[in-house]
């Protein structure tokens, strides 16, 4: 998979886990990424994002933002496919997947 950054964010942004695989994106976009959400409406908001060169992939679920960053030319589907499945295998893991199953 070639994205730089996972994050796992809670509604109001602040980040539960993260990796930062590549190091070619800081931490800081993060930051970037909650303001841009804030700034859309809920209606409009597209799963992916390409903002100064930098390529955000998101998915919701129960209350969860889980955000990978890229700088690459990379295959957003494949990046959709990679979330959604490390959402199941935590659900496997956690038996439902939540903010307070990941603290």
Not at 17 to 32: A, L
Not at 46 to 53: L, Q
Not at 74 to 89: D, T
Request: hydrophobic share 45%.
């Amino acid at each position: 998979m070639s994205a730089s950054a996972i994050f796992f964010l809670d509604q109001k942004g602040k980040v539960l886990i993260s990796r930062n695989y590549r190091g070619d994106v800081p931490m800081s976009v993060v930051d970037k990424f909650c303001e841009m959400l804030a700034n859309e409406d809920v209606v409009s908001r597209s799963p992916i994002v390409i903002d100064e060169g930098v390529t955000y992939v998101y998915i919701t679920h129960n209350n969860l933002f889980l955000l990978a960053i890229t700088k690459r030319n990379a295959n957003a589907m494949l990046i959709l496919c990679f979330l959604y499945r490390v959402v199941e295998v935590f659900e496997d893991y956690f038996n439902q997947l939540e903010e307070e199953s990941i603290r």
